[in-house]
């Protein structure tokens, strides 16, 4: 018996112990910490590549002084894409593209009041928010922001475009449109707090995996006013057609995912339609529910659990803009 008594009063002190850790650890959207150490490796690394002349001593370059280097957000990038130094330095070899983003890189790291701000704001009319230390990286083209291990990892090789941004072969000129103008940033950043806050959202599921992108996309907007320039094309065919999407939508959703996902989900290589109908469908779905809702808190608190998704659109009563 003394013994029993004693495991479970250890129990109940490293539990205690655990909360006032996890407790500690917590931010608000005033502690919150932006990391733009990884720019700074970056630029140090691809200014030296372009002084040596060969593929192998360029890889040498950026693995010593950017990969080696890497932050927490940065190493959970590389892991999860498997990124890796070689196919930095072919990038790199396109100094027309980085040498007119560079500015931009470094003069956000001068401007995030503004950021700030808003997660201040989602903190506001969400009351319940988390938030957790935000890492501005380099990639290699593969996510505007995402959250990894519940990080926000932002790609600014994604996010830097300006009027004066140009390639000379990583993109052509009507492509350059698939990367986010520099002014997108803040509701990109809302997007992806959003996702912080979500649980249950690990689907392959048409409704769940739209619910949660659009509700990301549609908290996003309800804050900011502005959807990410790379996503304009999408809502504005998204509203030219949505009584047409609907009726897809409501035929997909008994079909397997894999089989219909690139009709909505990552497909930016289609020219026929604008990727990321998907998010559009959710926002839609999202939407109707919110407005409907009384309780404005408690909607979105109901809103970012996956697990609601489809009593989620029995609520919403959307009916595809009929």
Known sequence: MISRIRTICLASIALYLFNCSDNEAAKTSQTVEFH??????????????????THAKRTAIVQDLYINKSSKGLKLLIDKYKL???????????TVFFNSIKPITLDIQNDTLDIRKHLKSFETFYPDAIFNDIYFVIGQFKRAGTVIDSTMIIQLEKNARSETT???????????GNLNHYSSLIPLVVHEQVHINQKN??????????????????????QTKQFPSSAQSTYDYGMANETRLWAKFQTDLDIRYALIKKDWFYNYDRKDIPP????????????????KASDKTEAIRFMLDGSNSERLLELSQYNGGF
């Open 166 to 176: 140009e390639s000379a072969f990583l993109f052509k000129d009507d492509q350059l």
């Open 276 to 291: 990321d109908l998907g998010y559009f469908m959710g926002f839609k779905i999202c939407e109707a529910y919110y407005n």
């Open 84 to 94: 890796n130094a070689a196919d930095y330095a072919t990038f790199m070899k396109d």
């Open 201 to 222: 959202i690990n689907t392959k599921a048409l409704l769940s995996k739209s619910i949660c992108e659009g509700a990301a996309d549609f908290l996003m907007y309800l």
């Open 36 to 53: 733009f150490e990884d720019i700074n490796h970056f630029w140090e690394a691809y200014e030296l590549t372009k002084t040596v002349d």
